[in-house]
């Protein structure tokens, strides 16, 4: 079992940033890809980032490139997501995912195919 625990959400300024951070803990080893995603009210999930196990690849939604960047440190079994340049339309409940197949340099966007989620951490920006 893979417990996945995020924190650094809150509230912020427009063009502000934040950092978002994802612990797990238990089967780390077996851990693939990781990635967050995102719900805002109303709307569906959707995929912010994600990023490979050995950290090489990585994928970015069209709407943060340029402002978002995921990484991890295996080490720490931590995944991180430090946001710049937020905008309200960034406001949503982030979620961090781990997919336990695949390869070392793959990466999901498919929230299907990940296997363990964390609780969430509420984002809002302010304009």
């Known amino acids: 079992q893979v417990q996945l625990v995020e924190s650094g959400g809150g509230l912020v300024q427009a063009g502000g940033s934040l950092r978002l951070s994802c612990a797990a803990s238990?089967?780390?080893?077996?851990?693939?890809?990781m990635g967050w995603f995102r719900q805002a009210p109303g709307k569906e999930r959707e995929v912010v980032a994600a990023i490979s196990r050995n950290g090489g690849s990585t994928y970015y939604a069209d709407s943060v490139k340029g402002r978002f960047t995921i990484s991890r440190d295996n080490a720490k079994n931590t995944v991180y997501l430090q946001m710049t340049s937020l905008k309200p339309e960034d406001t949503a409940v982030y979620s961090c995912?781990?997919?336990?197949?695949?390869?070392?340099?793959?990466?999901?966007?498919?929230?299907?195919?990940?296997?363990?989620w964390g609780q969430g951490a509420q984002v809002t920006v302010s304009s």
């Open positions: 238990g089967g780390t080893f077996s851990i693939r890809t």
């Open positions: 995912a781990a997919r336990l197949s695949g390869s070392l340099i793959s990466v999901s966007v498919v929230p299907a195919e990940y296997d363990y």
